[in-house]
């Protein structure tokens, strides 16, 4: 499975409770099991990831207490259209 992120979720999850401490809030840059760092911003952290790790995956994820809801839709959803009735 290409860009899987599972050891960079692992690395998270398992973290969370130190990142909580001083970074809640901000935004953790994980490659693997390395921590690179925390930003203030998306942007960021999302430039940090690229630089240092071109196109390769990486993980970039806010820290916070809650995980946040995600919706995956494995097909585009189009909204109904109906008939118009003469």
């Known amino acids: 499975m290409a860009m899987s992120l599972k050891q960079e979720l692992a690395t998270y999850?398992?973290?969370l409770?130190?990142?909580?401490?001083?970074h809640e809030g901000e935004y953790v840059l994980i490659k693997e099991n390395q921590v690179?760092?925390?930003w203030k911003t998306f942007e960021e952290a999302?430039?940090?990831g690229?630089?240092?790790?071109?196109?390769?995956p990486?993980?970039?994820?806010?820290?916070?207490?809650?995980?946040?809801?995600?919706?995956?839709l494995g097909h585009p959803v189009f909204p109904c259209r109906?008939?118009?009735k003469p």
């Open 13 to 15: 999850r398992r973290e």
């Open 17 to 22: 409770p130190g990142f909580l401490k001083e």
């Open 36 to 38: 690179a760092g925390f």
């Open 46 to 48: 999302l430039e940090a």
């Open 50 to 56: 690229h630089d240092r790790f071109a196109l390769e």
């Open 58 to 72: 990486f993980m970039v994820r806010q820290v916070q207490r809650e995980e946040p809801r995600v919706a995956i």
């Open 82 to 84: 109906r008939s118009a």
